[in-house]
T-cell receptor, first 115, second 115 residues
């Protein structure tokens, strides 16, 4: 089974802190994604990566950065956490090629609270 | 641009009723993929089904069935004889045929099944 693991289920951080959210997948997927989920807004794409050291901005990249030094790991960084970044963060991964299964698989989510 | 619309924000049914979740999508691509995901209260998005744009065959899997119609750009999901365990948020998503593989999500439908 595909496994996407996020480092924490729950996090509480203070305003201004630098926050790292880690995600690891074990299926050799080329693509990895970070979404945030807020009530009434659905899932919004923050950043995605289609290869090691490659990244693309999603729909709401402001206030975030990412790092992908190894194929299996994709990190989301909040440079200076703010209260409006309190949210559920979801990591996902998928294959790139058309010949492979196109569906994305998700981690269990990290509920971040910034106080 | 790609867009997925789930017009039903919330649906409530009583156990054993049938329920259909609607999904309408927009894309100019000729090759694309459609998905349904389930998000139970635990938070993880669980992949349910995938449909390719060139395969309009409808599918039944146990109590679940999916109706894909390109003519109306719809990909609806029906649960027959609903159960309390079906209570969750259901998301419809679209992926373009390119390798980058980002998903475009609808805002989700909260389904509550009452005993």
């Amino acid at each position: 089974d595909v496994k996407v693991t996020q480092s924490s289920r729950y996090l509480v951080k203070r305003t201004g802190e630098k926050v790292f959210l880690e995600c690891v997948q074990d299926m050799d997927h080329e693509n990895m994604f970070w979404y945030r989920q807020d009530p009434g807004l659905g899932l919004r794409l923050i950043y995605f990566s289609y290869d090691v050291k490659m990244k693309e901005k999603g729909d709401i990249p402001e206030g975030y950065s990412v790092s992908r030094e190894k194929k299996e790991r994709f990190s989301l960084i909040l440079e200076s956490a703010s209260t409006n970044q309190t949210s559920m963060y979801l990591c996902a991964s998928s294959h790139a090629s058309r010949g492979a299964r196109p569906e994305a698989f998700f981690g269990q989510g990290t509920r971040l609270t910034v106080v | 641009a790609q867009k997925v619309t789930q017009a039903q924000t919330e649906i409530s049914v009583v156990e054993k009723e049938d329920v259909t979740l609607d999904c309408v999508y927009e894309t100019r691509d000729t090759t694309y993929y459609l998905f349904w995901y389930k998000q139970p209260p635990s938070g993880e998005l669980v992949f349910l089904i995938r449909r390719n744009s060139f395969d309009e065959q409808n599918e039944i899997s146990g109590r679940y069935s999916w109706n894909f119609q390109k003519s109306t750009s719809s990909f609806n999901f029906t649960i027959t004889a609903s159960q309390v365990v079906d209570s969750a948020v259901y998301f419809c998503a679209l992926r373009r045929g390119s390798t980058l593989g980002r998903l475009y999500f609808g805002r989700g439908t909260q389904l509550t099944v009452w005993p």
